[in-house]
């Protein structure tokens, strides 16, 4: 989603503002703009990457002290030169404005904003609130004031910077419901949306908190509260030392940002189970101080979450019935925060997500809360993020960042982090003996290793993946745990190959899928050594039946034979209660290959965002 970028220094800003919005690219764009002041405003703007925004800076000698900048991902109005911010408005007071989130009552804003005279030259709904702030400007000269009566009048998410050419010397910024940090340097202070784009000037991070406003100077910073759009009060806001290092963000020996995550599995897993390496049982106090007591009311399990996450909750809902006894539902959030749900108080309600900045993944938890679930819990892998913020308890992956919009290591952690709440449930609820406890946690142990020989499939993986290059479309079975696997290797697969791809659970194919096969159509099966194994052979052999092509990832110890039509990669022996998390690595690595050899851009695909911050 967009990017904002902002820098007051003693000192020309462009390359850090360039810098910084090259760093927030993982997020997804399809513009970029920025805004300095050197006495007048200077803009520029394009449908390009931030690499051709750099040349623009270059020709036009672009330097200021003080500037703004953004990467663009579309909402309202095309992708396009007129509609990449920043926005301005005003004359005798020209004020600039770059804006992250979705102004809902955009469309009565313009309105009354035209009826007051201003002229709209894009069709964003941010050209409304810099026509807004300089509306406001004329009663309220002050420019901190005139944003704060704004945002008041503002409905839906946002995070913004604004300047204004008249006062070089600061820029304000506020956020509502979209992320937004301060970077506190030596020679200056910025703003961001995440703290990766900030590395390069400071560690010293301060995360606003929804309502704020800060005003930056050169000098300082001072954040405030407003309340019925007036300063209410100055707040003061932890600085956090950012344990980001510039190493974790670049890209080191790899060709892509998801080659890089996907190798890191191994590593982002041990740093996540590293407390329980050494134990001899797992505590509850993993989750959080209070975690103990909460668990021990609770009767049931919601999931919510979007996308990959909700794939890891789908794995989950079958280790927390199976292991736990736990009843266990798991909810799109896009689809329960408009649903009317029967709530129930002794519920544990988890969010689960990669960035902590899911639109809807915040919302149907609040949505949740509201209906009167007493009890949450979230697993995310980002410290500072508005979802840990919103939870009782929490348990970070500790992944590192991802960049590639591909979810890769986010979803294994979030997978051995789930089974962690897993065997504390179970524990709790006597459902495990010290003796299967010990020998979960020994299988924890050992899963960084067996990460690494999943990891040694590449070669036969890469082979497939040419195959898989000139199809059109895929389908990916699997049973019981394995289904949600194979969901996520089909979201994979079409999210950067654009190869339409679909899941089902093998035994619905005879129900209607299977009329799609033909010998065009390979068919992808995910084939663990576990129970099921013999219902999906069945399955597998009425897809060879009607001349489909097999690709079947199995076990060592599967009982499936290599024939025509029916090609078969072998991971180790059957990882028992790991297997989905092992068996997700091949699918990983086909997705990742097959985009490789179509040539599409595997880190940053088309039409999506890192970070979906808006609904
Ligand atoms: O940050 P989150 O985990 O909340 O993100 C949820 C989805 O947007 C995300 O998993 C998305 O589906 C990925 N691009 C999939 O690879």
Not at 120 to 144: R, Y
Not at 281 to 300: R, T, V, W
Not at 349 to 376: M, P
């Amino acid at each position: 989603m967009c990017g904002i970028v902002g820098a007051i220094a003693k000192q020309n800003v462009v390359p850090v503002l360039l810098e910084g919005l090259l760093r927030l690219e993982y997020r997804g764009y399809d513009s970029a703009g920025l805004v300095v002041s050197d006495g007048k405003l200077l803009r520029l703007r394009t449908t390009g990457r931030v690499a051709e925004l750099g040349k623009l800076s270059t020709d036009r000698h672009a330097k200021g002290l003080v500037g703004i900048a953004h990467t663009r991902w579309a909402t309202h109005g095309e992708p396009s030169k007129r509609n990449a911010h920043p926005h301005f408005s005003g004359e005798s007071s020209k004020v600039a404005v770059v804006h992250n989130g979705i102004i809902e009552n955009h469309e009565s804003m313009r309105l009354r904003l035209e009826s007051e005279g201003f002229v709209f030259l894009s069709d964003t709904d941010t050209e409304v609130i810099a026509h807004l702030i300089a509306f406001h400007l004329q009663n309220k000269p002050d420019l901190l004031d005139a944003v704060c009566t704004s945002i008041a009048e503002l409905q839906g998410a946002y995070a913004i910077a604004v300047m204004q050419e008249s006062h070089p010397d600061r820029f304000i910024v506020a956020r509502n419901g979209a992320p937004l940090l301060l970077g506190v340097g030596e020679e200056g202070n910025y703003a961001a949306s995440d703290a990766s784009a900030l590395l390069q000037v400071t560690k010293q991070m301060i995360y606003l908190e929804e309502g704020d406003v800060a005003e930056l100077s050169s000098d300082g910073y001072r954040i405030f509260n407003c309340t019925d759009g007036k300063i209410d009060k100055e707040v003061v806001r932890k600085v956090h030392q950012s344990a980001l290092t510039n190493e974790a963000i670049d890209l080191g020996p790899y060709a892509h940002f998801m080659q890089k995550e996907i190798f890191e599995q191994p590593s982002a897993v041990a740093n996540t189970l590293e407390m329980v390496f050494n134990a001899q049982s797992i505590s509850p106090n993993l989750f959080g101080d209070a975690a103990e007591s909460i668990f021990s009311q609770i009767d049931s399990i919601l999931i919510l979450a979007c996308g990959t996450s909700y794939h890891a909750g789908s794995v989950a809902r079958y280790w927390l019935e199976t292991v736990a006894g736990l009843p266990c539902n798991v909810e799109i959030a896009s689809e329960y925060r408009y649903r009317d749900p029967i709530a129930n108080p002794n519920t544990l309600v988890v969010g689960i997500s990669q960035s902590g900045e899911t639109a809807d993944t915040l919302a149907a938890l609040k949505y949740a809360k509201s209906l009167g679930h007493r009890h949450s819990l979230s697993i995310c892998n980002v410290a500072e993020s508005a979802l840990i913020r919103q939870t009782d308890l929490c348990f970070l992956t500790r992944a590192g960042p991802e960049i590639g919009v591909a979810s890769t290591k986010a979803f294994t952690t979030q997978l051995a982090s789930l089974l962690l709440l897993t065997i504390t449930l179970a524990k709790m609820r006597s459902k495990l003996s010290h003796d299967r406890e010990c020998e979960m946690i020994a299988a924890l142990r050992h899963l960084p290793v067996a990460l690494q020989l999943a990891l040694q499939v590449e070669p036969q993986v890469k082979v497939w993946a040419k195959r898989f290059a000139a199809k059109r479309h895929a389908l990916f079975l699997g049973r019981g745990v394995h289904y949600p696997i194979a969901m996520e290797g089909a979201l994979k697969l079409k999210e950067i190959s654009y190869i339409h791809a679909e899941a089902y659970a093998a035994g619905e194919l005879k129900h209607g899928p299977l009329a799609l096969v033909d010998s065009d159509m390979p068919i992808v099966a995910i084939a663990p050594n576990d129970v099921l194994l013999g219902k999906l052979k069945s399955n597998l052999q009425e897809v060879n039946a009607r001349g489909g092509e097999l690709y079947v990832f199995a076990d060592a110890d599967s009982q499936i034979q290599q024939s025509n039509n029916v090609h078969i990669i072998r991971l180790a022996e059957h990882a028992g209660v790991l297997s989905p998390i092992l068996h997700t690595i091949p699918l990983q690595l086909l997705a990742y290959h097959v985009s490789l050899q179509k040539g599409t851009d595997v880190d940053k695909p088309r039409n999506l965002a890192k970070a979906v911050t808006v609904e």
